[in-house]
């Protein structure tokens, strides 16, 4: 029988291994990152992306993330080139002997050096990001703004303008706001149900919509186009389908819209000899009126979206699919098809009702 020690397993072979097991414990989120950028959609600017602020808040936000950013990779860099220095310097050879190394027990010096540049860093990273937060939730709204009550409910986005009495859903509309003469949109946030969150990365960072607890946030674009976002708090089954699409406008835009938003829908007959016109026989005849309004008939429901310019919008569902003549068709015949798990029921009309039906709110606009 052999009684002689095995031989001490190298250092150096340790921290290889930990490193090869670091690297396969990597490779899944490295090759999602790689999907993920695969089906990256065709325009680059309505990626969602941090990084590329749009708005006085995201900058704010940018700006510190870059901050936190550098002194975290520094500490990185840092205790990184320690640790190889470490283990190649220090490293088991052929010629040392198994013995334990003498220890050394006590150093003022390092003691301290470890306890207060720690602690240097968490308070100068504490008061950026203080700072930061003041600058964005402390912020007086100028003459001028924009006021807007989004309400989260499952699934979809409320907005509701109380100065300019216009209410619609999934998709905000607000006026760019130039250097010269700034126009920030200022949002109350409310929840209907469950906890929900407001979050468009471009803009603004995530704020939160509790039941019961008012909240506010605010956006100042600089430039017009569309902005992606996305509730940010799991709400239900359909939270991944809870989207948000901000339309920044010229000013003339954005007013033009304003009044075409505020006047009631286009007045349709209900003459039962055209289509259209027995569709809104259909729709105020059914429960379609319980949970929808159109602004300017009988219909006054709270619990689904403002229907009076659903036309105007260029999506279904909070962005679940596009605003065209077939999705709508579907989306009243079958919810599911397109957004399993929403609260909307299935309408179980007739073919001849489902087309009036759909015929008549083409006609909204």
């Given at each position: 029988?052999?009684?002689?020690?095995?031989?001490?397993?190298?250092r150096?072979?340790?921290?290889?291994?930990?490193?090869?097991?670091?690297?396969?414990?990597?490779?899944?989120?490295?090759?999602?990152?790689?999907?993920?950028?695969?089906?990256?959609?065709?325009?680059?600017?309505?990626?969602?992306?941090?990084?590329?602020p749009?708005?006085?808040?995201?900058?704010?936000?940018?700006?510190?993330?870059?901050?936190?950013?550098?002194?975290?990779?520094?500490?990185?860099?840092?205790?990184?080139s320690?640790?190889?220095?470490?283990?190649?310097?220090?490293?088991?050879?052929?010629?040392?002997?198994?013995?334990?190394?003498?220890?050394?027990?006590?150093?003022?010096q390092?003691?301290?050096?470890?306890?207060?540049?720690?602690?240097?860093?968490?308070?100068?990273?504490?008061?950026?990001?203080?700072?930061?937060?003041?600058?964005?939730q402390?912020?007086p709204?100028?003459?001028?703004?924009?006021?807007?009550?989004?309400?989260?409910?499952?699934?979809?986005?409320?907005?509701?303008?109380?100065?300019?009495?216009?209410v619609?859903?999934?998709?905000?509309?607000?006026?760019?706001?130039?250097?010269?003469?700034?126009?920030?949109?200022?949002?109350?946030?409310?929840?209907?149900?469950?906890?929900?969150?407001?979050?468009?990365?471009?803009?603004?960072?995530?704020?939160?919509?509790?039941?019961?607890?008012?909240?506010?946030?605010?956006?100042?674009?600089?430039?017009?186009?569309?902005?992606?976002?996305?509730?940010?708090?799991?709400?239900?089954?359909?939270?991944?389908?809870?989207?948000?699409?901000?339309?920044?406008?010229?000013?003339?835009?954005?007013?033009?819209?304003?009044?075409?938003?505020?006047?009631?829908?286009?007045?349709?007959?209900?003459?039962?000899?055209?289509?259209?016109?027995?569709?809104?026989?259909?729709?105020?005849?059914?429960?379609?009126?319980?949970?929808?309004?159109?602004k300017?008939?009988?219909?006054?429901?709270?619990?689904?979206?403002?229907?009076?310019?659903?036309?105007?919008?260029?999506?279904?569902?909070?962005?679940?699919?596009?605003?065209?003549?077939?999705?709508?068709?579907?989306?009243?015949?079958?919810?599911?098809?397109?957004?399993?798990?929403?609260?909307?029921?299935?309408?179980?009309?007739?073919?001849?009702?489902?087309?009036?039906?759909t015929?008549?709110?083409?006609?909204?606009?």
């Amino acid at each position: 029988m052999n009684n002689e020690p095995h031989a001490p397993i190298s250092r150096a072979s340790r921290a290889a291994k930990m490193l090869a097991r670091v690297a396969w414990a990597a490779l899944p989120v490295f090759l999602i990152a790689l999907v993920a950028v695969a089906a990256e959609p065709h325009d680059p600017a309505l990626v969602p992306n941090i990084f590329k602020p749009d708005s006085t808040p995201a900058d704010h936000i940018y700006g510190v993330a870059l901050f936190v950013l550098t002194v975290t990779g520094a500490i990185f860099v840092a205790v990184f080139s320690l640790l190889v220095y470490a283990i190649v310097r220090y490293r088991a050879k052929p010629e040392d002997d198994s013995h334990e190394p003498a220890q050394v027990y006590g150093s003022n010096q390092i003691e301290l050096a470890w306890t207060v540049i720690p602690v240097l860093i968490v308070v100068m990273l504490f008061l950026a990001t203080a700072r930061v937060i003041a600058q964005i939730q402390d912020a007086p709204p100028p003459p001028g703004t924009i006021n807007v009550t989004a309400v989260g409910h499952q699934f979809w986005w409320e907005f509701r303008y109380p100065d300019l009495g216009i209410v619609t859903a999934n998709e905000l509309h607000v006026p760019v706001s130039e250097p010269a003469e700034s126009t920030p949109t200022f949002l109350k946030l409310l929840s209907a149900d469950t906890d929900h969150s407001f979050w468009v990365p471009r803009l603004a960072g995530k704020t939160d919509l509790i039941p019961n607890h008012p909240n506010s946030t605010w956006i100042d674009p600089h430039h017009t186009g569309l902005y992606l976002g996305q509730c940010a708090q799991y709400c239900g089954t359909q939270h991944g389908l809870m989207l948000l699409r901000v339309y920044v406008d010229s000013r003339e835009d954005f007013k033009a819209w304003a009044n075409a938003q505020a006047a009631p829908a286009l007045v349709t007959s209900t003459d039962s000899n055209s289509e259209a016109g027995y569709g809104r026989k259909v729709f105020e005849t059914t429960s379609c009126i319980n949970c929808h309004a159109v602004k300017g008939t009988v219909a006054d429901g709270r619990f689904g979206p403002d229907l009076t310019h659903l036309m105007s919008r260029k999506t279904l569902a909070s962005g679940a699919a596009d605003n065209t003549p077939e999705k709508l068709k579907q989306w009243i015949k079958d919810p599911d098809s397109i957004k399993p798990g929403s609260l909307m029921p299935a309408m179980r009309l007739t073919e001849k009702d489902l087309n009036a039906l759909t015929a008549y709110l083409l006609t909204l606009r």
